[in-house]
């Protein structure tokens, strides 16, 4: 048989004996599972007779602790008309849910059978066999073979039909990948007497777990951990696909300036990654405060004091004040920008200023009384939110310290 030359890994055979009053040798009762508008033809036009149509199926295989794979029907009249055309089917089912190759039909049909047509290509490889090579098969799909034939002669035509394919042993492996995108945050601007909070984000995006997960960050000089440590690391043992995970780490800065930071992330799943770089920015304010005092010693009442407070930082200087304490027998007469005496202690003047912006000066006085005979002047010192408190530095001595006060809030006798 020329189906030879094909790897028939299994075949399915039945016979059909056409007659005058056509027989079968196969059960033609078998129930079809899939019937189409063709399978529910029950009779069928023979020159001008009206005949009874012939269903013979056969499933493959015929003994099977898994179950069926593929069936073939064949329709045909169960009696013929010598040399008048009739229609002669045949049905191959693919029952299983993988696609079947190198399907072929062969029917051993005898040299007195001639095919007129066919709806799939026909060859005949012999005087009495014939094939029809139909190639593939989808899972629960059928094809029809739908051919037309003519038997002269009389007597009885006996039709085996086989057919064979190949059913491959078919497995499908899912390849999975681990896939991490690694981020690090950081403000971008700090106090330097705030703590810093860095954040690292894991996400696997992948569709496999990504294993032994470590994060490790280097310090910048500069930038230390709470211990007093520059260097930190995060563990993580698994991160399923589609998850993510975030680490954050408390540090602190040691001096002012602009740091750059960036973390690598290692795993047995993936190479080493780096993360994007961070700049942290850590600004402070800087206070100076210098004061004007009188020429005069002893002191005069009436006496007329000034106090300059400067920022010279990169940062704000937060509810900035100034404190004077006054010396012992000294009492205020009056102060600018609402100076006042302390509800704690009498002797200190103090002046609320509020904000202060890098490289801005506030100015600001006082005028004090005395009884007996004073030398020492009022001690001043300045303070802000995250700056360090600093003391006056005395400006140089002026004759007319009146004339020079920016306010001029007082008119001392």
Same mark, same amino acid.
């Given at each position: ?5 094909? +790897?028939?890994? /299994?075949?399915?055979? +039945?016979? *059909? ?69 009739? =229609? ?14 190198? /399907? ?28 029809? =090579? ?31 394919? =190949? ?97 690598? *992330? ?103 009384? +005395?009884?007996?005979? /004073? ?30 006060? *920016?306010?001029?809030? +007082?008119?001392?006798?």
């Amino acid at each position: 048989m020329k189906v030879g030359k094909y +790897f028939m890994t /299994v075949s399915l055979v +039945f016979c *059909l004996g056409l007659n005058v009053m056509l027989s079968g040798c196969d059960n033609g009762d078998q129930t079809w599972l899939w019937p189409n508008k063709k399978d529910l033809i029950e009779t069928q036009q023979v020159a001008c007779d009206t005949v009874e149509v012939s269903r013979n199926l056969q499933y493959y295989p015929i003994s099977s602790k898994a179950g069926k794979a593929v069936s073939l029907e064949k329709i045909a009249p169960k009696s013929i008309k010598a040399d008048s055309p009739f =229609d002669y089917n045949l049905k191959v089912t693919n029952l299983t849910d993988s696609t079947i190759t190198n /399907v072929i039909v062969a029917d051993k049909v005898g040299s007195d059978m001639v095919f007129i047509e066919s709806s799939i290509g026909m060859e005949r490889v012999s005087d009495d066999l014939v094939q029809w =090579d139909i190639g593939s098969v989808a899972p629960k799909a059928s094809v029809m073979i739908e051919s037309r034939a003519i038997v002269s002669g009389s007597g009885t035509i006996m039709s085996c039909a086989e057919v064979f394919y =190949d059913c491959p042993v078919c497995a499908k492996i899912t390849i999975l990948n681990t896939a991490l995108n690694f981020t690090m945050t950081a403000p971008k601007e700090v106090m330097s007497c705030d703590r810093i909070e860095l954040k690292y984000m894991v996400t696997n995006y992948g569709t496999a777990a990504a294993c032994d997960i470590v994060i490790k960050e280097t310090l910048p000089a500069g930038l230390m951990t709470a211990d007093g440590k520059g260097a930190f690391e995060f563990k993580l043992d698994s991160l399923a696909a589609g998850e993510n995970h975030e680490f954050s780490k408390m540090v602190d800065p040691v001096k002012t300036g602009k740091f750059l930071s960036k973390a690598v *992330l290692s795993s047995s799943s993936v190479k080493s990654l780096e993360s994007n770089v961070v700049e942290i920015n850590v600004v402070e304010p800087v206070l100076s405060l210098k004061e004007s005092v009188p020429i005069t010693n002893p002191l005069e009442p009436g006496t007329i004091f000034e106090y300059v407070l400067s920022n010279e930082g990169t940062a704000v200087a937060s509810n900035a004040m100034i404190v004077a304490m006054l010396p012992e027998g000294v009492v205020l007469s009056n102060a600018s920008d609402n100076g006042k005496i302390s509800d704690s202690d009498p002797r200190l003047v103090s002046w609320k200023l509020g904000d202060l912006k890098p490289n801005v000066s506030k100015k600001v006085t006082m005028v004090v009384e +005395f009884k007996n005979q /004073v030398s020492a002047n009022p001690q001043a010192v300045a303070k802000a939110i995250c700056s360090h408190a600093v003391s006056s530095i005395r400006l140089p001595e002026i004759n007319e310290l009146r004339s020079v006060s *920016l306010y001029k809030p +007082f008119e001392p006798d």
